[in-house]
């Protein structure tokens, strides 16, 4: 009650805590947003927790409180949630006592800090890069080299950009990208839009407390708000547009600048996070129904997830879908079909994206056809597939993808009852 007779908008009666994204959001350079100052005032009044989450990994923690306390507002070393200083956080949890750093002095100062070494030449247990404008070709080739021989590859954040007073800066990603392309390997991410730098902070949170992410970025602040579960508030005087109204990076509410929080005029939309990871891409695959002689059907166990499924596989660039699953049937079990009949193209995301153990999230638009054998012996490859069987449809695995019961059920008719678990 308080809250309303004091007129206080939706957005700052709803949340407890805010999470503020720092360049764009709060200041640019070195200059204070409009609002900035009296929006975190009020906040504090009002009891609610603030904390800064920026993907900025040049500066300390210390460095970045000295900053926003220089601009006039109140800060405190644990309301800094850093990329760097979560990077040399995680390093610590994940044990690593060695690494080589493609980054600032403050990334570096952050990383000893853990009691964690420093390597410039000779083995390492992991390559952290950050952002440095000193940086040169050497340092990169060198990254990639000790990758190439085992260590582990982290990322203190993807950004492909940052903004400057002039405009967009090239960021770090620009830096991660070369050395993933030359090097073929993914890094672990710790910064906006993966967990890491949320897990931080919201793993020490009570999960009945209403969480905001504030910030400027569809695609850091904005995507990896939603992949929390928690709702994310695009400050910015312009809109942002996706095709599908399910796009992830959509944000709940905007604002043009902090003093939104304050206007009783906007409101946030629920966010109901889906069952699903957030794609990365959205790629055309293929899959198989093969019966035999007696109608049992033909399914495999691949290597990379412990379930049975159909026959499933990817396009080659110049392949038909049919040439695409004959192919895949062949390598996967080394028998030989023809395809006998269309059955339909599924495109559902909360069975078609798929979470890599690589850390690649794909969505997969599949093309399901009917399979007739004409020749060769079964097999498992032990390769991509660790068993390949028939079944009976009466008696099928526990442990099968779901979504493939839904291709059986269409097959046979939908009032064919087939027992996919």
Known sequence: ???????????????????????????????????????????????????????????????????????????????????????????????IRSVYVLGSEGLKTEIRQFGIELVENGPCQAVV????????????????????????????????????PEGPCPGTGAIVRAIQTSSGKRPLVIGKPYPPMFRTVLDHLDPKLGVAMVGDNPYTDILGAHQQGITAIFC??????FPSPKDFRLPDARISNLRGIFNPTITARPWDKPTYAWPETVEPAVAAVIFDETDRILLIKRMDFNVWGLPIGHIEPGETVQ??????????????VTVSRFIGVYSDPRFLVVSHPSGKVSHY???CMECKIVGGH?????????EVAF???????????????????????RNNTVAIR
């Open 129 to 164: 890069v950050g952002h440095d404008d000193q940086l040169s070709f050497g340092h990169i080739s060198q990254a990639i080299r000790l990758i190439n021989l085992g260590a582990n590859f982290i990322a203190t954040n993807v950004d492909a950009t940052f903004p400057g």
């Open 323 to 336: 040439e695409a699953i004959i192919r895949e049937v062949n390598e996967e079990t080394g028998l030989q």
């Open 391 to 413: 079944f009976k449809l009466d008696n099928l695995p526990t442990n099968c993808l779901s979504l493939h019961g839904e291709w059986l059920r269409d097959l046979l008719g």
């Open 236 to 241: 910015s005087d312009k809109a942002i547009a």
């Open 1 to 95: 009650m308080l809250l309303k007779k004091e007129g206080i908008s939706l957005l700052a009666e709803k949340f407890d805590v805010f999470l503020f994204d720092l360049d764009g959001v709060i200041y640019i350079g070195g200059k204070l947003l409009p609002g900035v100052k009296e929006t975190l005032v009020q906040l504090r009044k009002l009891n609610k927790r603030i904390y800064f989450l920026t993907n900025d990994p040049i500066p300390t923690r210390q460095q970045f409180v000295e900053r926003l306390q220089s601009l006039g507002l109140e800060a405190h070393l644990d309301e800094v949630i850093s990329s760097g200083w979560t990077t040399a956080k995680n390093l610590s949890l994940m044990n």
């Open 365 to 367: 638009i599949t093309s």
């Open 378 to 386: 079964l097999r498992a490859d032990g390769v991509e597939t660790a």
